[in-house]
């Protein structure tokens, strides 16, 4: 299953506050990251996110779950879409940005390539 592990002190309250919705674009792929729902304590939170490739949509969610240091960002097992490399690139730009947002954080597990800041 795709994820990034991210070994910090990550503020999920913070990182929901300022979490702007993601779009990508390529060869006519759209890929979107909109709605983050934050669990009431703070330890858990819900992206909605949406891959449309050659014409198939695959609706998820990507959650990020905290565990003392780290954070955990992979699909929502409770819904399945098919791996494919879109929904991969959502999971891998999800893990990046939140990483972007937490100082002194580094990866410390990930199956995935992360996008660079640029």
């Known amino acids: 299953m795709p994820h990034?592990?991210?070994?910090?002190?990550?503020?999920?309250?913070r990182y929901?506050?300022?979490?702007?919705?993601?779009?990508l674009?390529?060869?006519?792929?759209?890929?979107?990251a909109d709605a983050l729902y934050l669990?009431?304590?703070?330890?858990a939170a819900l992206?909605?996110?949406?891959?449309?490739?050659?014409g198939r949509k695959l609706p998820f969610y990507v959650k990020i779950s905290m565990h003392s240091e780290r954070a955990t960002v992979r699909i929502d097992p409770l819904t399945h879409?098919?791996?494919?490399?879109?929904?991969?690139?959502?999971v891998a730009a999800i893990g990046a940005d939140?990483?972007?947002?937490?100082?002194?954080?580094?990866?410390?597990?990930?199956?995935?390539?992360?996008p660079s800041a640029d």
């Open 4 to 13: 990034v592990v991210i070994a910090g002190r990550v503020d999920l309250t």
């Open 16 to 23: 929901a506050r300022d979490f702007k919705a993601l779009v």
């Open 25 to 32: 674009r390529a060869d006519g792929d759209v890929l979107r």
């Open 39 to 43: 669990e009431r304590s703070g330890r």
């Open 47 to 54: 992206i909605e996110a949406l891959a449309v490739e050659a």
């Open 81 to 90: 879409p098919e791996r494919s490399e879109g929904v991969k690139r959502i």
């Open 98 to 114: 939140l990483l972007r947002h937490t100082p002194g954080a580094q990866i410390e597990v990930t199956n995935l390539v992360l």
